[in-house]
């Protein structure tokens, strides 16, 4: 069933789904579908506002799942429930994240406790390695030949000249607003 | 180091960044190899601990303010990793008046760069994730269980934990 967005001036935020969404499910894929699941399939949220939210998130610098939650945040409550959204998105999982981060720091010099991180940096790296194909694999599938060319300009710049990561990643950004902004 | 500083820092990386782990390389040159406040231990556990914990990929960047500079630096990490997120209220503005092809191209050249600024990034940091023989086929075989698309990436940082004091 399609429901129509509420106007911000007339709804306010259910925090119930974001709260859950943000700490019980692990990757923004598991968080996003939980999220759907609570605003459109019980009727919230039409179907077409999510998608569009998760579409610009995708778009949006940052942590696409943060830029989701402001989105649907602000179709709630407008700024209010932009920042809402945002801070219960970013605080609860921080705060968990913390918690086990003081525990790593605490109990770093026990051996076990090295041996069992060491594991953990193993797994840690082959996610890692992953996010790169992942991420790689559906962009160089629809721009070829220019999204090879920017692979290709960011390894160059990156090889030869002592110029920081931020700058690499600012002139990709500029070359291609003109070139594969206007490839589609 | 202090918690503001530390907040632009990782703030730079963040807003240039269109995934989770992507802003790790510019957070690597900035901590790791420039400042010296940060080992690539402890990015490598930072992105550990973070995938073992709900949430977005990016919170490995609260970890690692809270590593170089306790409570203050977590809630830098936070903010940091909030901040961009308002930058989503413009953009959809930007799409709806149909402006977005520049904006697309854009972005998806930020994630073609990123992608090759994190392969050399995973080079580094591998001989500290995997320092023998035994951890790198440990990370290749989670490379190969997170490829098959049946394991979740959280499934193969606890597994590899567990298999941690076995294989050290």
Redesign the interface.
């Known amino acids: 069933m399609s429901v129509a967005a509420p106007s911000p001036d007339d709804a306010s935020l259910p925090v119930g789904p974001f709260l859950r969404a943000?700490?019980?499910?692990?990757?923004?894929a598991?968080?996003a579908a939980a999220l759907r699941r609570e605003l459109v399939d019980q009727g919230r949220l039409s179907a077409s506002a999510f998608d569009?939210?998760y579409?610009?998130?995708?778009?949006?610098?940052?942590?696409?799942?943060?830029?989701?939650?402001?989105?649907l945040g602000?179709r709630f409550a407008g700024?209010r429930g932009?920042f809402t959204a945002?801070?219960v998105?970013?605080?609860?999982?921080?705060l968990?994240?913390?918690a086990?981060?003081?525990v790593?720091?605490a109990y770093a010099g026990y051996p076990?406790a090295?041996?069992?991180?060491?594991?953990?940096?193993?797994?840690?790296?082959?996610?890692?390695?992953?996010?790169?194909?992942r991420?790689?694999r559906p962009?160089?599938q629809?721009?070829r030949g220019r999204?090879i060319a920017?692979?290709a300009v960011?390894?160059l710049l990156?090889l030869l000249l002592p110029i920081?990561?931020?700058a690499?990643?600012?002139i990709?950004?500029?070359?291609?607003?003109?070139?594969?902004?206007?490839?589609? | 180091m202090n918690a503001v500083v530390l907040y632009f820092l990782l703030l730079r990386a963040t807003a240039l960044s269109f995934s989770g782990f992507a802003s790790v390389p510019v957070i690597r040159e900035d901590l790791v190899v420039k400042r010296a406040v940060l080992t690539d231990q402890e990015l490598n556990s930072a992105i550990a601990i973070s995938q073992a914990s709900p949430g977005p990929l990016g919170l490995y960047v609260v970890v690692v303010g809270y590593f170089v500079a306790g409570v203050p630096g977590a809630l830098a990490g936070a903010l940091a990793l909030a901040s961009p997120a308002i930058l989503a209220i413009p953009i959809a503005r930007a799409v709806r008046r149909h402006r977005d092809s520049h904006v697309r191209g854009g972005s998806a050249a930020i994630v073609i760069a990123s992608c090759v600024l994190m392969a050399m990034t995973t080079v580094r940091l591998a001989p500290d994730a995997a320092p023998n023989v035994q951890f790198g086929v440990l990370a290749i075989v989670g490379f190969i269980a997170l490829a098959s698309g049946r394991v979740p990436p959280v499934v193969v940082i606890i597994g590899s934990a567990c298999l941690g004091p076995l294989l050290a």
């Open positions: 943000s700490s019980l499910h692990v990757g923004a598991a968080a569009e939210a579409a610009v998130a995708r778009l949006t610098p940052g942590t696409n799942l943060l830029a989701m939650y402001t989105l602000a700024w932009a945002l801070t998105g970013t605080l609860v999982p921080a968990i994240v913390v086990l981060g003081a790593f720091v076990l090295q041996k069992v991180m060491q594991g953990a940096r193993a797994g840690a790296i082959a996610v890692f390695a992953w996010a790169v194909v991420l790689l962009q160089l629809q721009h999204g920017v692979a960011t390894l990156t920081p990561q931020f690499i990643l600012l990709a950004g500029g070359l291609g607003a003109v070139f594969l902004g206007n490839e589609s």
